[in-house]
């Protein structure tokens, strides 16, 4: 059965300091799907990136970037400069290819991330 | 604002009611989502609807249903509720059913049972 694990459950950072997000996954099937999604104080979930099994390559966006190493089943986030603005839970989550998954996510436990001015 | 809208934002009610959280997708999207967030059992996935039709089970208990509806909006009916039932109920939609497609979660029904 698929699990993700972010084995940090809070951060804590003064403003301007980078921070790195871990997420670890667990899966049997080959192709298969990761995210990121962001619940701010407001409590809802923010979609932030996908990635797929067969695509290694490292994206940034912004303040953004991601880092996926299939090796170690690591898919890491980290905000770079951070405000504090960026304080929230961050969920990293997996959805696997075959049918009878559907689309269903599987969340790690999400990491509180503050951020002091 | 994902577009997805649910309704209502606040439920409170008694132990054994019931009650019906409602959702409408993203316009152009066939396939809803439920999500309970509780802080012992995090994120769990409920249920997927696909154009109508259940697409994938998680681990929804007996007492708690679900139907898509032709115009594509969806109820979590929860009955005989309990304590322990008491959570953030996510609707999320995507564009298809299968895995890789991102879900857009709307603003969440947080139940509260007294």
């Known amino acids: 059965a698929q699990k993700v694990t972010q084995a940090q459950t809070e951060i804590s950072v003064v403003e301007k300091e980078d921070v790195t997000l871990d997420c670890v996954y667990e899966t049997r099937d080959t192709t298969y799907y990761l995210f990121w999604y962001k619940q701010p104080p407001s409590g809802e979930l923010v979609f932030l990136i996908r990635?797929?099994?067969?695509?290694?390559q490292n994206e940034i966006s912004g303040r953004y970037s991601w880092n996926f190493q299939k090796s170690t089943s690591s898919f890491n986030f980290t905000i770079t400069a951070s405000q504090v603005v960026d304080s929230a839970v961050y969920f990293c989550a997996l959805s696997e290819a075959y049918k009878a998954a559907g689309n269903k996510l599987t969340f790690g436990g999400g990491t509180r991330v503050l951020v002091k001015p | 604002d994902s577009g997805v809208t649910q309704t209502p934002k606040h439920l409170i009610t008694a132990t054994g009611q019931r009650v019906t959280l409602r959702c409408s997708p993203r316009?152009?999207?066939?396939?809803v989502y439920w999500y309970q967030q509780s802080l012992d059992q995090g994120l769990q996935f409920l249920i997927q609807?696909?154009?109508?039709?259940?697409?994938a089970k998680g681990n929804i208990l007996e007492r708690f249903s679900a139907q898509q509806f032709p115009d594509l909006h969806s109820e979590l009916n929860l009955s005989s509720l309990e304590l322990g039932d008491s959570a953030l109920y996510f609707c999320?939609?995507?564009?298809?059913?299968?895995?890789?497609?991102?879900?857009?979660f709307g603003p969440g029904t947080r139940l509260t049972v007294t």
């Open positions: 999320a939609s995507s564009v298809m059913d299968r895995g890789g497609y991102e879900q857009y």
């Open positions: 609807y696909y154009n109508g039709e259940e697409r």
């Open positions: 316009s152009g999207d066939l396939s």
């Open positions: 990635r797929n099994s067969f695509d290694e």
